[in-house]
């Protein structure tokens, strides 16, 4: 899992990357907002955002997020305790809410309650099944191996099972905000559907890719 912090109190930015780490995700620190902007695209799975930051502040950030990343998660921290402040963060589509000083347990919590799914599993027939927590693909308990690449693929859908997931999404994330092609993205699907039933993934003309409609959550 990989989180964006804009924070520009070093010390707090720091400490908060610090915490993370130890939770075992991966973390990018920017201290203003025009660097934070030109990481949006590296395959973010959270997002945690200080108002008050040089250059381009936070709700502006979080404006631009929401139009590109409607599903990810975004924090608002900020030792604004007005009215307005809360209002326009939550008008402009953040999760949560901050008021600094908090306790860093409180960042971490929020963080893994919005980055995380409530279900374990993806099932996409009665052999077939995709653990979420773990990374591992079974077929009918016997695991199968998958790449990082392909993990990284079915992670798209772990908190929205039917959504469409453009190429944008698929090279930001899957390739990590490395450029890549529309020839390697159907490459890297053409390999995952030998090892899930084949028409699990159905793609959607010159938008992107979706599961299909029989795979369903589950916790069991």
């Given at each position: ?10 010390r707090?930015?720091n ?7 130890e939770e075992?995700?991966k973390v ?14 590296n395959g ?13 502040d ?9 139009e590109n990343?409607?599903y990810?998660?975004v924090i ?5 305790d007005?009215?307005?402040s809360v209002k ?13 000083p908090f ?14 799914t409530?279900y374990n599993?993806i099932?996409?027939?009665?052999l077939?099944k995709?653990?979420i927590?773990?990374?591992?693909l079974?077929?009918?308990?016997i ?5 990082k ?8 859908f772990?908190?929205?099972?039917h ?7 698929i ?12 020839v ?6 053409k ?7 084949y028409?699990?993934?159905s ?5 992107g890719?979706?599961?299909?409609p029989?795979a369903t959550?589950?916790s069991?």
């Amino acid at each position: 899992m990989k989180v964006l912090v804009l924070e520009d109190n070093i010390r707090l930015s720091n400490l908060i990357k610090k915490s993370l780490l130890e939770e075992h995700y991966k973390v990018d620190c920017f201290n203003n907002g025009k660097s934070a902007l030109n990481a949006l695209e590296n395959g973010y799975n959270c997002f945690v955002l200080d108002i008050n930051v040089p250059s381009l502040d936070g709700i502006s950030i979080l404006k631009l997020i929401r139009e590109n990343h409607p599903y990810t998660p975004v924090i608002i921290m900020s030792s604004y305790d007005d009215l307005e402040s809360v209002k326009m963060s939550y008008e402009f589509g953040c999760d949560d809410y901050l008021r600094k000083p908090f306790y860093i347990f409180e960042l971490i919590n929020k963080i893994k309650k919005y980055s995380s799914t409530q279900y374990n599993y993806i099932q996409f027939d009665d052999l077939y099944k995709y653990d979420i927590r773990n990374h591992i693909l079974y077929k009918d308990s016997i695991e199968i191996e998958v790449t990082k690449k392909e993990i990284l693929f079915l992670e798209l859908f772990s908190k929205h099972l039917h959504r469409v997931v453009t190429y944008t999404e698929i090279e930001e994330y899957v390739w990590e905000g490395e450029n890549t092609t529309f020839v390697n993205i159907r490459s890297m699907i053409k390999r995952l559907r030998k090892k899930i039933p084949y028409d699990s993934v159905s793609i959607v003309k010159g938008v992107g890719y979706s599961l299909s409609p029989s795979a369903t959550f589950s916790s069991l």
